[in-house]
């Protein structure tokens, strides 16, 4: 990591100094952008039924965090299942995990992330040209697993057009106070007659990061305490002292570090009509922890013994030291090839062919030097897509097909190896007429294969398909509606999950004979633009039927019937009906010119609710979230600040406990070098103050949101170059 470090930072000055004459194409408005992950013939966010985001590179930078969920967790309609600094993935209306398809180049991620929440999703942003959000069911172009959404990391390292430039790219480096951590990265592409080449690496080094207060919540610690007081005044003065440990986590989050490093390349040839590419991806990371702990696991284990020996009680505590600070060391590889031509030929318009090929695997050390479970992913999926114009009706068709292994092996292996093949077919249509009136409309089916070593072979056959409707109107205003109906598989936890997974301190019990999940969706949406701003609201409400989730229950184990295994409570892989009813209201607005400034205000509005068919509650819900912010360019300078409250959440599922609102401030300057001569446009130096206030976050959709909080008050330093 550290001869990365140094070359990053040497290409950083080189770029600053040696191309003041150069220009960048930063992306200066996001509902331009072709959003590439929607199905069919191109189309700009402001041309889709459903609310679609498409994040340039420099705003990448400005809100990266170290995991995909915690960057994007600004985004209306979007959350993160945080696992501390390590791990989260995005939540997208209250659908994550396994709803959520993850992406990288409109191909999955092939990872283990979808198990567990303390697994990192091997694609985070950090070296993206773009990401691009599609909120509400896509299972129409990507599977069932794409029943709640998409988010699609673009890494652009196979380039589809000739650039413009024969050299440009960026680097950015900044220091994080709040884990004293610091964050580098680059990418720079070079062209020579037809070939490009592109490369891209990135390294974060962040140590446990700095919290407002004690780790675990108020609420929490208040029911320790209760606890405590019904014991008898041995265990009392056993579980005080128990208690002082717990009391002790405060200020740092122990455990919390992460380090990662991707190393990335890509060469393309691009003719005239037509472009076929390569790319090789490796990323590594070590991460902690926080909250995970073995202990209870070995005093379970000797709990019965009654004498022992003098070495073996300092053994054994030596031992349990070290197993509080379990971490997961994880590497994949991954290849991309990816081609195209432009057909014009009858019907055909083009023809676009992706295959992605990755090797994945972590292991979760439960101190260092003593591996414990591994997971290992290895993976092929192909995607081909033929577009076509029939009259004024143009489309596409194409088919996917995915053969992906995946097994966990050692002391929490909770998932037997499984292998999982699939086979889809799918098509999409859209037509618009002179008078802004459109229709749109598709269909998917796929057949779903799982292979286990232990339960055997299930095979879900699933289809999918939409219909909407849309008229554009002169004014600037759009109205869309659009019903669709999708089906998911369950996947390798849902059906043979049987073991205890103590990251997340649950053992978990799968279902081999789930049926597959359906879901009814209704969604409308209206959007106004303007010459100096707009307005948007997208409502939704999704009727599930089979709805998979996971709840306390009971199951046998050794020939009883219990709701704990070995100190680690029961937890079931359930079905039942459910309802999601919610929405987005968004907006942007340039004021002008005001002391010199141009001024740009922005703010967003998100709402979900979720009830099982029994009147229950389903888990990990986000709360009402409202984002508001406003930024002044003078040209030299930009300052900006943004506010985030969060409601309470006081609907949690069973076994969970409600979780307080928040409201955090950021503030951001930046001194645009490229103004006075040094570098491209977007070369800057930066300064960010992330939650200024250091208030206490902790999110309703983490696992950990009662033992591991946000990070507190973070001063974030950096320069951006571009050339």
């Known amino acids: 990591m550290t001869l990365t470090k140094a070359r990053l930072l040497l290409a950083a000055s080189g770029c600053a100094l040696m191309a003041p004459h ?13 959003i590439v992950t929607a199905p069919g013939p191109e189309r700009t966010a402001d041309e889709l039924i459903g609310n679609a985001t498409a994040i340039p590179r420099d705003e990448i930078v400005t809100h990266l965090a170290a995991s995909l ?11 993160s299942t945080f696992f501390g600094q390590g791990a989260s993935r995005p939540v997208l209306r209250g659908l994550g995990a396994e709803r959520v398809q993850v992406l990288t180049n409109g191909i999955g991620v092939i ?23 599609l909120r509400g069911p896509a299972a129409l172009a990507y599977g069932g697993q794409a029943i709640g959404g998409v988010v699609n990391v673009v890494d652009g390292l196979i380039a589809e057009e000739l650039p413009e430039k024969p050299m440009s790219g960026d680097i950015f480096g900044a220091y994080n106070s709040v884990s004293e951590g610091t964050e580098l990265g680059g990418r720079a592409q070079f062209t020579t007659g037809p070939f490009v080449l592109s490369l891209s690496a990135s390294q974060r080094d962040f140590g446990d990061y700095d919290i407002p207060g004690f780790a ?98 300092e053994e054994e505590e030596e031992h349990e030291h070290e197993e509080e600070h379990p971490f997961i060391d994880l590497e994949q590889q991954r290849i991309d090839i990816r081609g195209g031509v432009t057909v014009n030929y009858g019907i055909l318009t083009d023809i676009l062919g992706t295959l992605a090929i990755a090797d994945y695997e972590h292991t979760e050390f439960e101190a260092p030097g003593e591996p414990g479970t591994v997971y290992k992913t290895d993976g092929v999926e192909g995607r081909i897509e033929v577009g076509h114009a029939i009259g004024e009706l143009k489309g596409a068709f194409g088919l996917q097909y995915l053969d992906k292994d995946f097994g966990a092996f050692g002391e929490e292996s909770f998932i037997s190896p499984t292998t999982t093949q699939s ?46 409707l849309h008229q554009h109107f002169d004014s600037g205003l759009f109205l869309g509606a659009q019903l669709s109906y999708t089906e998911r598989a369950p996947n390798e936890s849902e059906l043979f999950a049987d073991g205890a997974h103590l990251a997340t301190v649950q053992y ?97 509005l998100d709402f979900v609710s979720a009830e099982l068919d029994d009147g229950g509650n389903l888990p990990y819900l986000p709360p009402v979230s409202v984002n508001a912010g406003v930024t002044a360019d003078w040209g030299l300078w930009e300052l900006g600040a943004s506010t ?80």
């Open 216 to 313: 675990e919540s108020d609420l929490l610690r208040s029911m320790e305490e209760m606890e405590e007081e019904d014991h008898d005044h041995e265990e009392e003065e056993d579980h005080d002292h128990e208690g002082e440990e717990h009391e002790e986590i405060r200020d740092t989050m122990e455990n919390s570090f992460v380090d990662t490093e991707t190393l990335s390349a890509g060469l393309s040839w691009v003719g005239d009509n037509a472009f076929l590419g390569i790319a090789i991806r490796q990323q590594t990371a070590q991460y902690g922890l926080p909250g995970h702990s073995h202990e209870h696991e070995h005093e379970h284990e000797h709990e019965d013994e009654e004498d022992h020996e003098d070495g073996d009680h």
């Open 423 to 468: 086979t889809a077919a799918f098509l999409y249509e859209t037509r618009e007429w002179d008078s802004g009136f459109g229709i749109e409309g598709g269909a998917r089916f796929e057949s779903v294969d799982y292979d286990n070593d232990v339960f055997g072979t299930n095979t879900f056959d699933i289809a999918s398909g939409s219909f909407g």
């Open 508 to 604: 978990e019990v799968g279902n081999p004979g789930m049926k597959e999940e359906s879901g009814l969706n209704l969604e409308g949406t209206a959007r106004w633009r303007g010459e100096r701003g707009s307005v948007g609201i997208n409502l939704f409400a999704t009727e599930f039927s089979d709805f998979i989730y996971l709840t306390p229950g009971t199951t046998m184990h050794e020939g009883e019937l219990v709701d704990e295994v070995d100190g680690v409570p029961v937890f079931l892989f359930v079905q039942d009906d459910a309802t999601f009813t919610g929405g987005e209201i968004y907006g942007d607005y340039n004021v002008g010119s005001v002391l010199g400034a141009d001024w740009y205000l922005d703010g967003s």
């Open 111 to 133: 990872d283990a992330s979808a198990a567990s929440p303390d697994h990192q999703v091997a694609s985070d942003g950090i070296d993206a040209e773009r990401i691009e959000i």
């Open 644 to 723: 985030t409250f969060a409601a309470e959440q006081d609907d949690p599922g069973a076994g969970e406990l409600p979780t307080d609102g928040y409201t955090t401030l950021d503030l951001h300057g930046a001194f645009n070098l490229s103004e006075v001569g040094i570098g491209a446009p977007g070369t800057q130096f930066f300064v960010d103050l992330r939650n200024a206030t250091d208030e206490e976050v902790r999110y309703s959709t983490s696992v950990l949101k009662d033992k591991v909080p946000a990070p507190g008050r973070n001063l974030r330093i950096g320069v951006r170059a571009a050339f």
């Open 22 to 34: 150069a220009y960048s194409q930063e992306n200066t408005e996001r509902l331009d952008t072709v």
């Open 69 to 79: 969920g915690d960057t994007l967790d600004h985004e209306p309609g979007v959350a």
